[in-house]
Structures are given as C-alpha cells and as structure tokens.
C-alpha cells in the first residue's frame, strides 16, 4: 500500500518547517537501539517542526516480517507513514554470505546482493521519497546500516542529514558505505568515539555535525530497593540490560562471572534484563528477569551496586546512561571506546579488557562502598551537563536549522 501526503489534505501546522525522518522500524513496542532513539526525538521535535516518520511494516529486525498496518497513521503527535517490506529475511543464509563477503575478495555487486539480502527490501519507500521529496524541507536518516538508508539518501534531492549510529564493525568498511557518507550534507553523531571513526573512514570534510547522544529522564521517586525486597536478596547484585545473547558478548559476562564466583565467597547476584537469546547456566545466583516496564527497570539499576556492559560494539549505550544518571556506577568493556569514553569522560566508572582486569574491578567496587557512591555522583553530573533533552534537542535543532539555511 502506497501512501500519498498529497491526498490527506494541507499539512498541519502550517508554516513550521516538515521534517522526514527516515528509520528501518517504528514502534512503541520497539525498544533500544536507534530506532528508539528515532522514536524519542521524533516525539520532542513536534515542539518545533511538522514531524513524519517514512519507515516500514516490520516489527522484528531479524525477519522484516510485515505486522504493522501499512498507510498514514500517527504514533504520539507523529505522522508515521508504513510501507511493505517485500521480502523476509533468512538469518542463516544472510549470515553465511556475511562470512563471505567480509573475508573474501568481491564485487560491487556482491555487496548490493548482501545489502539486500539484509535487507529490509521496501521499494514503495524509496518510491515515495522520490516522488514527494519537495515537500519536506530536511530529511533525517536514522542508521547508516541498512536498504532505506543507502537507497533513500540516493533517492533524496533535498537537504539530507545522517544519524549513522555507527562503531567499528566489519560491515562499514564495504565499499557501499562510502556513497553512503558521501550523501548528507550534514550529520548527528551519538558519541565523539563515533565521530572520529567516521572522519578516519570517511573524512566529513567541514561539513557540519553536532555529538548529541540521547536525553535521559527518569522520574525522582525512583527507590531502588522494591526489587530486592521482592527477590528477598540478601546480598548485593550486579545487573546486565538488554538483549542477552552473544551479539552483546554476554556469554562472556557470564563466564566470567561463573569464574569470580568460584574464587569469591558470597559474590553478588547477576541479575540479566531484556530478551534472552542464548542459554543460562542453571545457577541460582544468576536471576534473569525477562522484560519488565520502565519503572521496575530503573529500579533495578539504582538497586544495583554495579551496572556490566559487556558488548563491545555499541554506539551509545542508553542503558550506560540511565546507570549513571541514577548514581549507580558503571563497569564495562574496554574493547568497545564508546563505552570506555563514558567511564573516562564522567568518572562514573570503570573498565576491563580480560577476565584479570574483570576481576580486580569488580571486587575493588564491591568493596569500596565509598568509592561506589563517589563514581555515582560523578555519573549522574556527568550525564545532566551532556544528555539531559533540552541540550540533545538543541543540538538537533541547530543542524536541522543549519542544513535548511544552506540548501
């Protein structure tokens, strides 16, 4: 189903600038990464710019299976508009042609084939942003990774602006992602860890960019002690949000963990959060929760005496920042230099490189209560001078308004 702003009659707020944001899925009940940060700031730009999100019907990132209903509708003040995705995703045959290309010699072709076969393959998307791209004045591309984002920037005659969302992976050094970073005319960045990397592998040449990150709100009544009182834990924990599976290295985290309980008496609980996507080990000490809402969410971080990120591959880590906000100190891997940014930056935490490193961290916050609540208020200054809404949006809003000036 193609849709058609013309026909839905004049847009709304006249007069304000329109604004296209561009992102492989949309969803309240899609949660993390960059399309909740799509989400997040589409919502707050509504203050400023008529808003739409041009996305698809897919609702799980690993098939592109179409769930949504495609057509206009609107999600919390945003017109969203949805179109098909035209083919689902084969995780093992992709995965076996990602081996291949990322090790062996190839073609331009060969690289177009693997773009789409990772897809999401939605061509009425590209359609309508060629056909109705006079009537936006900016358009926003979230992630620099996928089919919407490559064929859409191709698409695109009007000012463009990347928010690539990128870290050191394999994929960014195939040679699509060069036109990719050649396109906009201006970019947002979530870290200056990623900013660097991009200028390195791409160069920005003195085309404008801001390092925004996310804004972090999290209500005060915040008690950090329901959790405890309803698992009855009688010692400390340390907990791990997000997908728990060996793309966010947490088979690692659990092996070191399983390694410093035998070598610590009384250790503290770990407490996993999110998805589970790899078996656990039947430990009783180890406490996986599942999803939970918001709140009980943030409840746990306070109530932790320490927050491990073991991945290595991130570009923000949203999680990272909630920790620090709510006075809970960080302990994540030094691998991955956004995450080890984080923890130099606000003096909110610490970092490892090997199980050694893991250990004599762990055990010296575990330890040093006093240590713990000094990172904590470090953190959470840390993350209320850099990543409260108003300067987040601040610093969108001043590229938006840069590349509408300049077209």
Known sequence: MKANPGAEGPPERAGRPRVALVVQRYGQDITGGSEYLCR?????????????????????????????????GRSHGVVVYRFPTIQERDMTRF?????????????????LRWLDQQGPVC???????????????????????????YYGLKAVGRPAVLVPTAHDEPPLRLR????????PQAFI?????????????????????RVAGIGIQIPDSVSGTQFRHQQGLDRPYIVFAGRIDAGKNVHELVEYYLRFKRRHPRPPYLVLLGSLGMELPPDPDIIYVGFVSEREKWDILRGAAVTVIPSFLESLSIVALESMYLGTPILVNGRGEVLKEHAVR?????????????????????????VRRQLGRQGCQYVQRYFTW????????????AVRGNR
């Not at 970092?351 to 050694?356: A, H, I, L, M, S």
Request: glycine residues 4%; negative net charge; charged residues 30%.
């Open 40 to 72: 997040m700031v589409a919502e707050r730009l509504t203050r400023w710019y008529q808003v739409e999100v041009l996305t698809t019907c897919a609702k799980d990132y690993q098939t592109w299976r179409n769930e949504y209903t495609p057509g206009r």
């Open 95 to 111: 995965n076996e042609f990602s081996e291949w290309i990322l090790s062996r010699p190839h073609t331009d072709r060969d690289e």
């Open 123 to 149: 061509p009425d998307l590209i359609e309508y942003i060629e056909k109705n791209q006079n009537q936006y004045d900016v358009f926003v591309f979230f992630t620099y990774l996928y089919y919407p984002t």
């Open 176 to 183: 699509l992602y060069r036109e990719v970073f050649e396109r």
């Open 189 to 209: 960045f979530n870290s200056h860890t990623e900013a660097r990397l991009v200028d390195r592998r791409f160069g920005l040449r003195g085309r404008p960019y």
């Open 346 to 370: 606000s003096h909110g935490g610490l970092f490892y490189e090997n199980y050694e490193e893991f250990e004599a961290m762990l055990n010296f916050l575990l330890q040093k209560t006093d």
């Open 390 to 401: 108003p300067r987040v949006l601040a610093r969108y809003r001043a590229i938006l308004d």
